[in-house]
């Protein structure tokens, strides 16, 4: 089956930038689309970022302006570039993948992203 790895977590501090990415165990043709979400302790884990193929790019509210979602097709890979971090930003990242037949979903293992001074 599909398995996502993700990459690029840690401690930085406000005002800082990260860079996550998420590769795919093997190619896939056909991806609806793949995407970030985070989950700070003891809350929901929400969208953060998504591309669906050939249709649109979405962002969070708390984001826009500051990260920034790309693929590259030829790797399997999603990127997260985060800018100007927040305290608030803090959370687990998870990388999200939904393939077009089917509709199968795989998520990563997650990466934790930590803001603090």
């Known amino acids: 089956q599909v398995q996502l790895v993700e990459s690029g977590g840690g401690l930085v501090q406000p005002g800082g930038s990260l860079r996550l990415s998420c590769a795919a ?27 669906i193929t050939g249709r649109s790019t979405n962002y969070a509210d708390s984001v826009k302006g500051r990260f920034t979602i790309s693929r590259d097709n ?3 890979t999603v990127y997260l570039q985060m800018n100007s ?17 089917g509709g199968s979903t795989f998520w990563g293992q997650g ?3 930590t803001v603090s001074s």
């Open 25 to 51: 165990s093997a190619r896939i043709s056909n991806i609806y689309a793949m995407g970030w979400y985070r989950q700070a302790p003891g809350k929901q884990r929400d969208v953060v970022a998504y591309i």
């Open 74 to 76: 030829a790797k399997n």
């Open 85 to 101: 971090l927040k305290p608030e930003d803090t959370a687990v990242y998870y990388c999200n993948l939904i393939v077009a037949l």
């Open 111 to 113: 990466t934790q992203v």
